[in-house]
């Protein structure tokens, strides 16, 4: 209780019970299967909270990350190139793989530092 | 720097115990550009967010602006019909994608870490990454007002078979789809940063039934995030292909498939938009009103429900299709009507016998309270289909949502906003200029609204530029009070920017507080407590404390 689970768990059964009311009722798997599969990341963390209890203690943390901003710059340049061409596809893919790497880099430092 | 990065060491701060560590090595140079773009602090990112949300809001609110001057009189068609569908559709866009629903999780990526005791957010680098996808989606969707086309021109619903490539040519409406998966894909990573550190940072003795009611309401509204957003990134993505290949919405059933998956994310997204500010408004309303909250586990027990229930409600906006089970979703819309009455005895309990203070946080407070009672009250009417399909696609439903939206989820936000505005900035807002634009809003927000149910009911159509001369008189009315939520809008900020620039120092807990953001100081620091926490044992520290420390 204390670590949230059964509220995890409450909530995400609950849109699988309303799904499963659903797709009874209304003959239509696919509707009810949508509206249960709702509940699933309620339920992931329910069994996450249940298996790994979270533990109070020092996290190292990042004051700055450049990385994860030129990542996200460079994932949505090659999202706009779906429809503006594939240079710019490529220019977006470019940019996110060497985020990538500089990210790698910079969560490798923080485990060194632990 | 260790691989570009300065580090710190955020930890949760026990009850009783020292101070969390200081950051080690010093803190990022966090009045640099660099220190404002790439922080991780849960606090900047969420200043981040609220600032690009506000921008979105004025440049929503001006595309409303122009359509209600449309609107004003019959016959004026000052502006193409294709232009005033861009405008309906970028404010509905703007105003549901890239103001209320980020301003929710940002008010949450703020003040939940610091209500919960915690140093810092869950997954940093992910609330992070989520605002630049956001910022990018938001300007991606408003970038087609440059393109040939022009931007999305389909509603903020997009529906097909309207939004595919033979009825809505151009570059404009991929940037809208691209700008939508983008900005939703944005909103859940920050959703899902809150949800876990709401699961997996409390400090020690922040039981989950000691949550305070905003962060429970923060609880829920995650959950609907997770459930729900994720549906939207996919649809817009199957859009995009259904634009550009075509066969995935294009058969027989593929309009109301489309509508289905659509509104599995569009009607959640509402409930988005508005528990966050009940949350901000119970808060309110027990600190203004001197008492601890009534009924606190009933109201975390209707939360939960109303949330479940409000996942499977969205078909409702599909009774006319005739391709859904009415009464299905026609009873678990009505039923929302069990957890909503809860909360509203609730509210209301928690006045009863209190002291009631009228500062402006809890005037927007009651501002909420009345005019969503409108809004739900009217949801209840389009919740049975035989009425939902007289006024189906009409002003009524406008008028309906713009209550819950505006003249509630706005309030509530705004009650939240003066009410932390302290908190974060260290300085007070102004009173007589938040009282102004508290009551310039209720003016303009019932002038504006209410006369669009009689306009509806009258067979006003929606998403029109022009209507019959017989419904001139009241859709006057309704732009006159659009300028006057205009003006309420500006003098709200014009009290932000005089506050800032002329500080009136807040102090810690200039409002006595209950919960733990008000024991640190205004603004917090790096790491949210340099002092020990105050024991927990409730949702309401802050109160317990001083009743303990009253005496006898």
């Known amino acids: ?114 | 720097m260790a691989g570009g990065a300065p580090w710190g060491r955020g930890v949760s701060a026990e009850p009783g115990t020292a101070p969390p560590l200081p950051a080690a090595p010093p803190a990022a140079p966090a009045e640099t550009a660099i220190g404002w773009i790439a922080s991780t602090d849960h606090k900047r990112t969420a200043a981040k967010i609220g600032a690009a949300s506000l921008v979105f809001f004025i440049a929503s609110g001006v595309l409303a602006l122009v359509m209600r001057t449309e609107l004003a009189h019959p016959g004026l068609q000052f502006i193409s019909d294709q232009t005033y569908n861009e405008l309906f559709s970028m404010h509905g866009s703007g105003m549901i994608y890239l103001f209320l629903t980020p301003a929710a999780l940002a008010l949450g990526l703020y003040f939940v870490p610091l209500q919960i005791g915690a140093a810092e957010i869950a997954l940093p680098r992910l609330a992070l990454f989520g605002f630049w996808t956001y910022l990018c989606g938001g300007l991606t969707m408003y970038a087609g007002f440059f393109t040939n086309n022009g931007a999305g021109s389909d509603g903020w619903t997009a529906a097909v078979p309207l939004s595919n490539s033979a009825f809505t040519p151009g570059i404009g409406m991929d940037m809208w789809v691209i700008g939508a998966a983008l900005a939703v894909l944005g909103s859940l990573l920050i959703g899902v940063t809150i949800l876990l550190t709401l699961f997996r940072l409390r400090a020690p003795g922040m039981t989950m039934l000691r949550l305070p009611v905003f962060s429970w309401s923060m609880v829920v509204t995650t959950f609907m995030v997770v459930g729900s957003f994720p549906v939207l990134v996919v649809t817009m993505g199957l859009l995009l292909y259904e634009r550009h290949v075509g066969g995935i919405f294009s058969g027989s059933g593929g309009a109301i498939a489309f509508q289905h998956l659509f509104w599995f994310y569009g009607h959640p997204v509402v409930y988005v938009m508005f528990f966050p500010f009940v949350g901000a408004v119970a808060e309110v309303v027990a600190t203004f009103s001197r008492r601890r909250f009534f009924g606190y586990k009933a109201l975390v027990l209707s939360l939960l429900v109303f949330t479940a229930l409000s996942m499977a409600v969205w078909a409702h906006h599909m009774f006319t299709t005739g391709g859904v089970q009415n009464q299905y979703f026609s009873l678990t819309s009505h039923l929302l009507a069990v957890p909503a009455g809860i909360e509203y005895l609730d509210l209301i309990a928690t006045m009863i016998g209190g002291t009631i203070l009228l500062r402006t946080p809890m005037l927007f407070a009651l501002g909420f309270i009345l005019q969503f009672l409108i809004g739900g009250l009217t949801g209840i009417v389009v919740a049975s289909p035989p009425i939902d399909y007289h006024v189906h696609d009409t002003f009524f439903v406008v008028g309906h949502f713009h209550y819950t939206l505006f003249a509630g989820s706005l309030f509530g936000l705004l009650a939240g906003v003066h009410y932390w505005f302290p908190k974060a900035t260290g300085a007070m807002l102004r009173e007589g200029l938040g009282k102004l634009s508290f009551w310039l809003l209720v003016l303009g927000a019932n002038v504006t609204f209410f006369p669009m149910f009689f306009l509806g009911f009258d067979g006003m159509q929606r998403r029109v530029p022009d209507y019959a001369p017989r419904l001139g008189d009241l859709n006057l009315l309704s732009s006159i009070g659009a300028g006057v939520i205009a003006l309420g809008i500006l003098v709200f900020l014009i009290n932000v920017v005089v506050s800032l620039r002329r500080r009136v120092l807040a102090g810690d807990d200039p409002w006595q507080g209950q919960t733990l953001e008000w024991a640190t100081s205004s603004p917090p620091p790096r790491h949210n407590f340099q002092r020990p926490l105050p024991p927990i044992d409730s949702h309401a520290p802050l109160l317990d404390r001083r009743l303990a420390e009253e005496p006898a």
């Not at chain 1, 019970?17 to 009810?32: F, H, K, N, P, Y």
Request: aromatic share 6%; no cysteine.
């Open chain 1, 1 to 114: 209780m204390k670590s949230g689970a059964a509220f995890a768990a409450f909530w995400g059964l609950l849109l699988v019970i309303l799904g499963t009311g659903l797709a009874v009722w209304s003959g239509e798997l696919g509707v009810g299967l949508l509206l249960a599969q709702g509940g699933l990341g309620a339920l992931a963390l329910a069994l996450l909270q249940a298996r790994r209890p979270p533990q109070s203690r020092p996290r190292l943390l990042p004051s700055l990350s450049l990385p994860t901003v030129v990542l996200a710059l460079g994932l949505a340049a090659a999202a706009l190139g779906l429809t503006a061409g594939l240079w710019l596809v490529l220019i977006g893919a470019e940019v996110a793989l060497f985020a990538l790497v500089w990210l790698a880099r910079e969560i490798a430092a923080e485990r060194r530092l632990r």
